[in-house]
């Protein structure tokens, strides 16, 4: 990288990593949380640090990574986290984007998230309306995007399909929530995981294309949802600008997902929009 040679970006806008510290005890903490407890608990469930992390993005070619952790209910285990995620990013800067979690019931929300700012967050999330119980109607989703629009943060939340196969983290807010949402906090810039649970397909609604201009929409966990039809089928819509790489990993390695994408049928300048030059430009301030 410091050849000249300009690289191209590949982005992953959504993985999660925890410290080495809390992978060695995060099981006791895990069963403590309820909502965690649902997701994390199974056996097969991978933890990595950021140091594996940075492997696997070497391996794979990923240039920088909108790094996540778990947004656990306690204060004191949400700002380790944090601090373990910001701390990657100021030893690695040009690999990692820092994002905050929080719990948006909490009175601490807002202090968090500008606590996180102002140490160089990129944005917050990932977040779970449906497991972290709270209402995308609610005041405490208002907060929410009050505090991030205000600080200019991206928010990444994670809505799911309203049908298809049950899976872990498989929960009930889905596509009407989340037009909602974004329809009642205009400017604010979300990100839906998971092709926002198919709300993309509703851009093809005039009035929803126009109200959603500042959703994003990442490809996380996609291989396990949709056909690989699912690229084109945005190019029709008229939102490749829209679409952003994420992997969930350690779910998926990143190279399943950039194979998929090479053999999409997108030409080479929209296949670049997706692997990384959306994300560039929605984390340009970062």
């Known amino acids: 990288m410091g050849s000249g040679v300009c690289v191209e970006p590949v982005i992953d806008s959504h993985v999660h990593i925890i410290s080495p510290e809390l992978c060695r005890e995060v099981q006791p903490h895990i069963l403590k949380d309820d909502f965690l407890s649902q997701i994390c608990s199974s056996p097969q469930h991978r933890f990595v640090s950021a140091d594996e992390l940075l492997e696997e993005m070497d391996r794979c070619g990923v240039t920088r990574a909108a790094i996540c952790s778990f947004p656990f209910a306690d204060e004191g285990l949400c700002r380790a986290i944090n601090d373990y995620l910001l701390g990657a990013a100021r030893e690695h800067p040009q690999r990692f984007l ?3 979690a929080v719990d948006p019931r909490q009175r601490w ?3 968090e998230i500008a606590r996180c700012d102002e140490a160089g967050a990129a944005g917050v999330g990932e977040l779970f309306p449906w497991g972290q119980n709270f209402d ?9 995007a009050g505090c991030c629009r205000e600080r200019g943060l991206p928010l990444l939340l994670h809505i799911n399909e309203p049908v298809g196969h049950p899976y872990a983290g498989k ?3 889905c596509v009407k929530e ?7 906090h205009p400017r ?3 990100i839906y995981a998971h092709w926002g649970g198919g709300l993309l397909f509703y851009e093809l609604m005039p009035e929803i294309k126009r109200g959603l201009k500042d959703v994003y929409y990442d490809t996380a966990a996609g291989p396990f949802l949709y056909q690989p039809g699912i690229y084109r089928t945005a190019r029709e819509i008229g939102v490749l600008h829209k679409i952003l790489l994420g992997t969930d990993y350690p779910l998926i390695s990143p ?5 998929e994408l090479a053999a999409s049928g997108l030409s080479p300048a929209e296949q670049r929009l997706i692997r990384g030059e959306n994300a560039a430009k929605l984390f340009a301030g970062a």
């Open 171 to 173: 929960g009930t807010v």
């Open 136 to 144: 995308l109607a609610g005041a405490a989703a208002a907060r929410l």
């Open 255 to 259: 190279g399943r997902y950039l194979k």
């Open 188 to 190: 604010l810039q979300i």
């Open 178 to 184: 989340g037009a909602a949402f974004a329809l009642a």
């Open 109 to 111: 929300m807002e202090r």
């Open 98 to 100: 820092p994002m905050a």
